[in-house]
């Protein structure tokens, strides 16, 4: 927490305790933000802390992060157009609807 004082950890547990100042580890395999814009910002590897001052809980997330941007991939909307012969646009419409489920929209094209 603090490099190069030489504190020990379970010392640093003690301390934050007298302050109010709980933290403990949850144990994830990763962790997804959905942001207002329909992106999504996902965590791999994710080290995660649920730190509890007086009643505030907060988390403190770290790991590999990446972001995927809104709206269907160009695979996607490929994946569909080879499966049931339609349009790309018809193929993107019916991606969207489905809210990016592949076998979703070609069922809907298909019948």
Do not use: H
Request: hydrophobic residues 45%.
């Amino acid at each position: 927490m603090f490099p190069g004082m030489g504190i020990d950890p379970r010392k640093m547990q003690g301390m934050l305790r007298q302050m109010g100042i709980k933290q403990d580890a949850v144990e994830a395999v990763r962790v997804v933000i959905e942001k207002s814009d329909g992106g999504k910002l996902v965590i791999e590897n994710p080290d995660v802390q649920k730190i509890d001052m007086k009643g505030q809980v907060s988390w403190q997330i770290s790991g590999d992060v990446r972001e995927e941007e809104a709206g269907v991939s160009a695979d996607d909307v490929a994946l569909v157009v080879e499966k049931t012969g339609a349009s790309e646009e018809d193929a993107r419409a019916a991606l969207d609807e489905s809210k990016g489920d592949i076998a979703a929209a070609i069922v809907a094209l298909s019948a």
